[in-house]
């Protein structure tokens, strides 16, 4: 690759200017006092809004490489830009009152919250294995720290132990696949790796070996079965805002990654060499197929939403399984899932975050009698929900829908019929937290209705019906922070919109998944 | 003017009612009135248009009518809401707007969270109506997963458990039950859709439109053993919500567990979802796999009918002995559709439009009892017609017209069922018929026992329905015999979609 000194410099100006606002949390917050922690939440929020504005202002009409090709500034990373900062923002929402009296250090959190947005940026603008294991590594620390913030949580340290272990142990895998690459093909850029792939001649078992540990991280970072068990403690323990970003948003930075090597490193030799898609076409069975099932005996909401998105990691990974064959549709479907998801899942969070941060809970069960209590966060997580397993008119039915039917038409029916299965299975659990919301009745109101029971069978009537019996009441809670509130609003909003009308966001993934189309 | 209304009558048709939904998640929480009056405005709205459009199809043109189509999403999955209205669909359109209308009017009762049941049936009244109306399996799918939805809640929370002394079936079991068993219908129609987009794809014009995928079909694009496997998926997947034995067990469990409205839209409509899917897409686009498979399933069928039946029998309550019923009388529906007759398949769907109204009928009569009774065990009960005798007339009405006499709907179909079943499969037309010499049984003995004859101080309170419930009431029993004398306007209509979902064979 060529190289010289770099004069586009000026097109990293959101990154440049993020690393800024960084400092600038960092700053102010040795400054401020206690009381006032909550204008950093501010600022945080105003510099990933300045930094959507800065990047679409300044988008390229092509593709730019910098740094002679170590990055690329272009649609796809673009799109991903937005959606990392947008994401980062409903994470902002989600901490401000939790944060209140529950998060050490609230000044950091932002800053390190800013730190691995840049991370994620990068690395959704990385084309060469060292930068992009860079970018992932600012992402990952920042997210070791963030785990354990919870404050006078010893189950937060544990699971920020656990993490960093975890997590470094799969930095080292993946880094010593990358070196096994070098050391077979004498290059680390994406696309000279497709060019060697695809050249005739026996590849050396370096190479394999290198390949397969590289996947092995990946699917550490993806919490793909069997690279999974990190992900349910580090959720359960991990800060409720934490835990939706491990879910949102790590996810999401983790498939920009994986979506561009595919699609600049190994889709190109697909011809030659098309073994890899049985491979992340298994991988993607068994971790729908796990994820799922586990989910089944989780009596904890975080645990449960951690095997719930590792099933959903499943069905991303499924697209990727295809991008050989129609790669434009599979690539369309693998996005348009993310953003979906992490849609949903941000309504989801904030739905829990609203609830525990009156109750101080977090069992499923202990979330019986909340549609009495808290009528529109129960309603707002029973429609993410819904939209999670799939059903229609929310925008989780028109997503998987287009991610299978892209799956089907690549030439892997058995994995939609794999996908579409496991599916069911998630209603299951599903509707197990529904039940809990809308038709179960919190312990302390149980005493009355067991004395309402026993005065029904002393009546002599062996068939009674619960609507006939008035409930005692249920006090009410404390309505959730016009913040959440608005977070669950602006959500489920956009839940209904992509269920019903996907087509404006399709044309923006078009274009985004168009930059990065192999060539032939 | 009525040729505009053409252009959107369908567009309205679920439109109506979903806005409806919308717009009663806005109305005060504390006034369960207004939400219900609410309720029976917009059903009354769709009642009407349902009509129209019903009176509006031209059976002399026959084909697919009012058609209109809106690009949805773009190449390469090209789906569009395309919407249009067949023989077949016409009549189970106009059952729709019936039932749903009696079931919001029936409702009244509902007097906890009473804005969050209405909007959770008018979704699902929606759901229903989109199916019937259109011409793409994407949407068709989409509506027809809307429908599922909102069981669970209906079913959970304003549903009511049944105590058998040995053991108590909860309604959340009810419910739960339901939901995952539909669901798992759903799975199967689903890679059933996408195994035929696949086909499509392959042929170079992908698509998941019906007429389209139909025409591919009969230029040989799909392949044989496509369909031979294909076809399965979508007579048990669309099977088991028409309750198709044996993945029928979620269908008593789950009615009777339901609230008296939901019950009625569930047992007449929803199920009808099932019978008209399997004639509109698996009969449609994989008639090669029906051809070979119809002989299952008529076998399947007549077990329905006798096994239904038979399970009636041996019920005392009241409200399963329907639930098992419909299981038969869906049974005959079964049967119909897989003579591949035209007098059979005509005659299913009759039986779809008369059993939807029967059983609508039978459910808000029962409802009405346990409602004042809080009892629906059918040896308790007695001597009804003492107290209660309009609900005893209107129930009695639907039970002879669910046994086949003469003079009611269910006569008619029945016996086009039979005439297309005795000209292919013998044997198993004699068995149906004997099924209907059980329902005989199972209806005679339940209003001799708990209706007529000597009544019990105990049900001296009882009073007799009331004015909501005696309208409907006499509404629907005047379908039944109106249907039943002059059955013609159903089958012209009924008769040109026959014709064309047989003219594929």
């Known amino acids: 690759m060529e190289t010289g000194l770099t004069t586009n410099l000026h097109l990293l100006t959101p990154e440049f200017a993020l690393t800024a606002l960084a400092f600038l949390v960092f700053t102010v917050d040795l400054f401020l006092p206690e009381r006032s922690k909550e204008w950093l939440a501010g600022l945080a929020a105003a510099s990933l809004l300045a930094v959507i504005a800065v990047a679409l202002l300044m988008r390229p009409d092509q593709s730019a490489e910098l740094y002679g090709g170590l990055m690329v500034v272009d649609g796809f990373g673009l799109f991903f830009k937005i959606f990392f900062c947008a994401i980062g923002l409903g994470i902002i929402a989600l901490s401000v009152e939790y944060g209140r009296d529950r998060l050490q250090h609230r000044g950091e959190f932002y800053g390190l919250l800013l730190f691995s947005i840049l991370g994620m940026n990068l690395l959704a603008m990385s084309r060469e294995l060292l930068t992009a294991y860079i970018s992932l590594e600012l992402l990952s620390f920042s997210l070791y720290v963030l785990v354990a913030y919870g404050l006078r949580e010893a189950r937060s340290n544990e699971a920020g132990i656990k993490y960093i272990i975890i997590g470094v142990l799969s930095s080292a895998i993946m880094l010593y696949g990358l070196s096994n690459i070098y050391a077979a093909l004498g290059t680390t850029y994406f696309t000279e790796i497709a060019a060697d792939l695809a050249a005739p001649g026996d590849a050396s078992p370096v190479l394999w070996v290198g390949i397969a540990l590289l996947v092995v991280g990946l699917g550490f970072k993806l919490s793909a079965v069997p690279f999974h068990m990190w992900a349910p403690d580090a959720y359960e323990g991990a800060p409720l805002p934490v835990t939706a970003y491990l879910a949102i948003g790590s996810k999401a930075a983790a498939f920009a990654l994986t979506l561009r090597l595919f699609a600049e490193a190994i889709v190109p030799a697909a011809a030659r060499w098309d073994e890899w898609q049985l491979v992340i076409a298994v991988l993607a069975a068994i971790t729908m197929l796990a994820g799922n099932l586990v989910a089944l005996a989780q009596r904890n909401l975080k645990r449960l939403m951690a095997y719930s998105s590792i099933g959903h990691v499943g069905y991303a990974l499924a697209g990727i399984a295809v991008l050989g064959s129609d790669f434009a549709l599979a690539a369309k479907g693998v996005i348009f899932y993310l953003v979906v998801y992490a849609v949903t899942n941000l309504v989801v969070f904030a739905g829990i975050t609203a609830y525990y941060n009156r109750e101080g809970k977090d069992n499923i069960a202990d979330l019986a009698g909340m549609a009495d209590r808290q009528p529109f966060v129960a309603a707002a997580i029973a429609i993410g929900l819904f939209s999670l397993a799939g059903l229609p008119i929310f925008a989780g039915f028109t997503a998987k829908f287009y991610l299978f039917a892209a799956v089907a038409d690549g030439g892997m029916l058995w994995l939609a019929g794999v996908a579409i299965f496991t599916s069911l299975v998630s209603l299951y659990y599903y509707l197990q937290v529904m039940r809990q919301m809308y038709i179960e009745r919190p312990a302390h109101a149980e005493h009355n209705v067991a004395a309402h029971q026993e005065h029904a069978e002393h009546d002599n009537i062996h068939q009674h019906a619960a609507h006939d019996e008035p409930d005692p009441p249920i006090p009410p809670l404390q309505r959730p922070s016009i913040l959440l509130t608005a977070t669950m609003g602006i959500g489920l909003l956009v839940v209904v919109w992509l269920g019903i009308y996907p087509a404006p966001l399709l044309t923006l993934i078009e274009t985004a998944s168009a930059a990065i189309l192999p060539l032939g | ?505």
């Open chain 2, 1 to 505: 003017m009525m040729a505009n209304f053409d252009q959107v009558s369908l567009l309205l048709l679920v439109l109506v009612p979903l806005a409806g939904a919308v717009l009663t998640m806005f109305l005060p929480k504390d006034r369960p009135r207004d939400a219900w009056q609410f309720a029976i405005f917009v059903a009354a709205i769709s009642f009407v248009i349902s009509v129209v459009v019903f009176l509006r199809y031209d059976y002399a043109a026959a084909g697919v009518q009012f058609q209109r189509e809106y690009a949805w999403i773009g190449h390469p999955l090209n789906i569009s809401l395309h919407l249009g209205l067949n023989g077949i669909g016409a009549p189970l359109v106009l059952l729709n707007g019936i039932v749903l209308l009696g079931a919001v009017l029936i409702s009244q009762t509902i007097t906890r969270r009473t804005r969050d049941f209405f909007v959770l049936l008018l979704a699902l009244g929606a759901g229903v109506y989109g199916v019937f109306i259109v011409r793409d399996l994407f949407f068709l799918f989409f509506f027809y997963e809307l429908a599922v939805l909102p069981m669970y809640l209906l079913i959970g929370v304003w549903g009511s458990s049944t105590d058998f002394g040995t053991f108590l079936r909860t309604k959340e079991y009810g419910a739960m039950k339901l939901m995952l068993v539909l669901v798992a219908g759903s799975v199967l129609i689903w890679i059933g859709i996408l195994a035929l987009y696949v086909a499509s794809s392959q042929a170079g014009e992908p698509t998941f439109n019906i007429d389209k995928l139909a025409q591919l079909q009969q230029n040989g694009a799909v392949s044989r053993i496509t369909e031979l496997w294909v076809f399965p998926l979508f007579a048990v997947g669309f099977g088991i919500l028409a309750g198709l034995w044996p993945f029928h067990t979620w269908s008593p469990d789950g009615h009777v567990a339901a609230p008296t409205g939901v019950s009625m839209l569930h047992a007449g409509v929803l199920m009808k979802l099932g019978a008209f899917g399997i004639i509109q897409v698996g009969m449609l686009l994989t008639p090669q796999g029906a051809e070979v498979w119809m002989p299952v399933l008529i076998g399947l069928g007549t077990v329905n009918v006798i096994y239904g039946a038979i399970s009636a029998l041996s019920q005392n309550d009241l409200k399963y002995v329907i639930g098992y019923s419909s299981v038969s009388h869906m049974g005959y529906v079964l049967m119909g559709i897989a003579t591949l007759h035209p007098v059979g398949l005509a005659g299913a769907v009759l039986q779809m439009f008369s059993h939807g109204i029967m059983t609508a009928l039978m459910f808000a009569m029962v409802g009405a009892i346990y409602e004042r009774a809080h009892i629906r065990d059918s040896f308790i009960l007695n001597g009804l017609i003492k107290r209660m005798g309009t609900t005893t007339f209107f129930f009695a009405i639907a039970g002879l017209a669910s046994l086949g006499l003469p003079g009611l709907s269910g006569f008619i179909a029945e016996f086009m069922v039979f005439t297309g079943a005795f000209r292919t499969y013998l044997p198993l037309a004699v068995l149906g018929v004997i099924g209907a010499a059980i329902t005989a049984v199972y209806i005679l003995r339940l209003l001799a026992r708990s209706f007529f004859g000597e009544a019990d101080p105990q049900w001296e309170h009882l009073t007799d329905a009331s004015p909501v419930e005696k309208g409907v009431g006499g509404a629907f029993v005047v379908i039944l015999i109106a249907v039943g004398v002059w059955p013609a306007p159903l089958l012209n209509v009924i008769n040109t979609g026959v014709a064309s979902a047989l003219s594929v064979f």
